[in-house]
């Protein structure tokens, strides 16, 4: 006699779901942050430190895992030139990528036309509060840029948490790996792998707080900034959100073309990133995570590891379209008819000042400032205008900047021979489960298991999926 098997009931699932998904975890997170940040704005300003605190402890982890994922990568692949070629490779993409961002925001804004017929007076705006919000800081020369890229101290390149300087450290000490080879320094390269097994362990400990994280932070957002910045701006940011997407779309087509991979499958395997990306408008928080989905996606460490942290710094497609359409939008409400001339000046400016932008404090603002100053028919003090939404940017800027790196690993891979697509595909269409553990276990998917149902393991036990209802 068949027994039927007991189908638990929906209040049950509802809450195992909750209990074991990030995914569900982090999107109720961002709901209750914004009723909170809605109805009680003095609670969500007071939260806000629980975002705070999760970005300073991720941060805390990427120097030593950039630097340990790059020394092996480059000692496992055993060739220095694949790894200069990977390098130059993707510093092509990412000039082509953010060259076209930059383009697509100036005609969007040019159709468009975002600021027309505000008639702004530029006296009447506080500049200073921009020189506020930049902390009084300047955006680096090209000179400037390249000469703070190598490290002064190996010590405070991680202190600085400055990622090219790390990389720049790790490929030296993975040349002379190479160089020396293992029979010389036997210890130094299973060292470094178990640091990095310790390094990524401690980022699934931390992982455990980002429902926390995101809570505060759009709890502070939104009790910051209110819901009417988005009438008072809402054609801007409209603009702003629609070029974004256009880009996405030209990046899947590039994606699709490239490596045969579907942009959409991928944004679907690393929703839990993204999610928490957008909620905490920071990429930083989930480049560890997404080092781990790329490689379990068949990516090359030493490919993952140079091209992605390379990639926030030299890759800011987000922030690229943000920069143009806002200038066009400045110039727009103050009455500033921009010529061809000028506007081929706006994205030869950008092009450069967008480079230096990682990790300066008000950077937008300040290279929408240099830009206004280069041009000089547009008041430097304009740039004020954006104050009130910039924070509203965040996840347009966010969202793009992380894809399109992720979109650069994934393309430059396939470009250097270091992509498996096989297992990438497996990995996306959620055959292979993700097990968010230092060698990126793979377990199948099959029928009875949920990508994102991985139950905790007990002491001295291996994670293991957990079987569906």
Same mark, same amino acid.
Request: proline fraction near 5%.
């Given at each position: 006699m068949l027994v039927?098997?007991?189908?638990?009931?929906?209040?049950?699932?509802?809450v195992r779901l909750l209990r074991t998904s990030l995914f569900t975890q982090v999107a109720c997170a961002l709901l209750l942050g914004v009723a909170v940040g809605r109805l009680w704005p003095d609670v969500g300003t007071a939260v806000q430190p629980l975002g705070d605190g999760f970005v300073r402890l991720i941060k805390a982890v990427i120097s030593p895992l950039v630097f340990c994922v790059v020394v092996t990568g480059i000692a496992k692949a055993g060739?220095?030139?694949?790894?200069?070629?990977?390098?130059?490779?993707?510093?092509?993409?990412?000039?082509?990528?953010?060259?076209?961002?930059?383009?697509?925001?100036?005609?969007?804004?040019?159709? =468009?036309?975002?600021?027309?017929?505000?008639? =702004?007076?530029?006296?009447?705006?506080?500049?200073?509060?921009?020189?506020?919000?930049?902390?009084g800081g300047s955006l680096p020369s090209t000179s400037e840029f390249m000469l703070h890229a190598l490290p002064e101290s190996a010590v405070g390149a991680f202190a600085d948490n400055?990622?090219?300087?790390?990389?720049?450290? %790790?490929?030296?000490?993975? %040349?002379?790996?190479?160089?020396?080879?293992?029979?010389?320094?036997?210890?130094?390269?299973?060292?470094?792998?178990?640091?990095?097994?310790?390094?990524?362990?401690?980022?699934g400990f931390v992982m455990r707080l980002a429902p926390l994280a995101v809570f505060g932070a759009t709890a502070h957002l939104v009790g910051q900034y209110g819901l009417g910045v988005l009438s008072t701006y809402g054609k801007l940011i409209g603009v702003c959100y629609a070029v974004a997407l256009l880009f996405l779309l030209l990046l899947s087509v590039a994606l699709k073309a490239f490596t045969g991979l579907s942009l959409w499958k991928f944004v679907r395997y690393t929703r839990e990133e993204m999610l928490l990306?957008?909620?905490?408008?920071?990429?930083e928080t989930v480049?560890?995570?997404?080092?781990?989905?790329?490689?379990?996606?068949?990516?090359?460490?030493?490919?993952?590891?140079?091209?992605?942290?390379?990639?926030y710094s030299f890759n800011l497609d987000g922030a690229s379209i943000?920069?143009? =359409?806002?200038?066009?939008?400045?110039?727009? %409400?103050?009455?500033?008819?921009?010529?061809?001339?000028?506007?081929?000046?706006?994205?030869?400016?950008?092009?450069?000042?967008?480079?230096?932008?990682?990790?300066?404090?008000?950077?937008?603002?300040?290279?929408?400032?240099?830009?206004?100053?280069?041009?000089? =028919?547009?008041?430097?003090? %304009?740039?004020?205008?954006?104050?009130?939404?910039?924070?509203?940017?965040?996840?347009?800027?966010?969202a793009t900047n992380l894809l399109g790196n992720c979109v650069a690993a994934l393309a430059v891979s396939r470009w250097e021979g270091a992509l498996d697509v096989e297992k990438a595909k497996k990995a996306m269409s959620g055959e292979t489960a993700f097990v968010p553990s230092p060698d990126d276990e793979v377990a199948p998917a099959g029928d009875l298991v949920r990508n994102d149902l991985v139950q905790p393991a007990q002491p001295g036990e291996a994670r293991r999926p957990v079987q569906a209802d």
């Open positions: 039927p098997l007991s189908v638990p009931s929906l209040p049950r699932r509802a060739n220095l030139r694949a790894f200069g070629r990977i390098g130059l490779k993707a510093l092509v993409w990412f000039e082509v990528a953010t060259t076209f961002a930059l383009l697509i925001g100036l005609l969007a804004g040019n159709l =468009v036309q975002p600021g027309a017929g505000m008639h =702004v007076d530029p006296s009447q705006l506080d500049a200073s509060a921009v020189d506020t919000t930049t902390a400055a990622l090219l300087q790390v990389l720049v450290l %790790a490929c030296l000490v993975g %040349a002379a790996l190479l160089h020396l080879g293992h029979t010389k320094v036997p210890a130094i390269l299973p060292a470094v792998n178990q640091a990095q097994e310790i390094v990524f362990a401690i980022v990306a957008l909620g905490t408008a920071s990429s480049m560890p995570r997404m080092m781990q989905k790329l490689r379990h996606a068949g990516c090359r460490d030493d490919a993952v590891g140079l091209v992605l942290p390379t990639g943000y920069l143009s =359409v806002a200038t066009l939008f400045i110039a727009q %409400a103050v009455g500033v008819d921009l010529s061809l001339g000028q506007q081929v000046t706006v994205v030869l400016m950008l092009m450069l000042t967008s480079k230096g932008m990682a990790g300066v404090p008000g950077s937008a603002f300040l290279a929408l400032s240099a830009t206004a100053s280069a041009l000089g =028919v547009i008041p430097a003090g %304009a740039v004020a205008l954006l104050l009130g939404v910039d924070r509203i940017m965040d996840s347009m800027r966010v």
